[in-house]
């Protein structure tokens, strides 16, 4: 009777119930982006020419390394992942490191980005910039949690692999690579809606 009250086993699909968990936590997440972007097209349709302005006024050039930035460290976390599963704990750390400096790299990135928004007065609450910064600080501020969301973990499971037991967890890792992976998917939406949709 215990065991059959016992919920640590894996369900009859197999999948691990962390994996399930973070696959129903990223549908969540999914329609919050979801009603981000359709507001900003209804009112991207309506206000062109405020948006069109707006889009100008961002530096596509330090997006576009953040895009790498990311998709350098959804590699980099696959490859920790690979090399835990063989339990070569020395290479999973080394590759969870570089996907946690890839992180800290998109954060110093968009603090000079933000900075440089701030120092022109390109934020909300000016009257020509109010409509399309809110959206632009809105989703990349949101978007950067999500960030800084997945490195607590990171960090935590990189100073436990210096332990005497390692990090024994492959799963959760790859559950916590799902939700870096989507991560990465979102701003390679993010990054052209805001900075490349306008000519």
Known sequence: MSSALNL?????????????????????????????????????NTNYEVFKHGAHELAWPLALLNTFILIGSSLTMAMAIYHLERHNNGKFRTYLGLTILGAFGFLIVKYFEYSAKWQHHL????????VFFSFYFLM????????VGGMIPMVYMFF???TKSA?????KVE??????????LMWIFIF???YLIFP
């Open 123 to 130: 934020f909300p609450g000016q009257d020509e910039h109010t």
């Open 8 to 44: 640590s086993h894996e369900p009859v699909t197999k999948v691990k119930h962390g994996k399930i968990a973070m696959w129903a936590f990223l549908a969540s997440e999914l329609m919050f982006f979801s009603g981000f972007f359709g507001t900003f097209i209804v009112l991207r």
């Open 167 to 171: 990090y024994p967890h492959p799963s």
């Open 175 to 184: 559950t916590l690579g799902l939700y870096w992976h989507f991560v990465d």
């Open 140 to 147: 990349t501020g949101f978007h950067a949690m999500h960030v």
């Open 192 to 194: 052209p809606a805001l």
């Open 160 to 162: 436990k692999s210096y």
